[in-house]
């Protein structure tokens, strides 16, 4: 149940970058061209997301190493939306490949993050 809630943190950000971006209006025309936008946004956004449920889940990755990874993504995907979004150069949307080129690393690093964490807390209980 949990990976619902992981998956959809992108959905936010999709929705929020749709937005912005137009004059927003109350028309049908408005509102499909938003829909689209933001079905492209998402898989655009969410694909390191779904890349990362679908491995730990096929290899079984403990709570920890897998939550660890989401957060390390939702942590990129949010320092990269915030830099480009506080950019007013055309070339911005190339900070985009950061997303995508750190997120192994970032998954890794949460994985590793996630689990100590989760180590921690059993020596603790114990």
Known sequence: MY???HLALPAFVALIMAVSGTQIELSISW???ITEK???LYMIFAAPHW???AISGHFEASKGATVGGFIG???LLFL???LVAQSNESHAANGWFIYFLGAPIVIAIGVVTGRYVASWKTRQSA
């Open 3 to 5: 990976y619902l809630a």
């Open 31 to 33: 509102v499909t061209r």
């Open 38 to 40: 933001l079905a492209e």
């Open 51 to 53: 890349i990362w449920a």
């Open 73 to 75: 993504l939702h942590l």
């Open 80 to 82: 990269v939306w915030f």
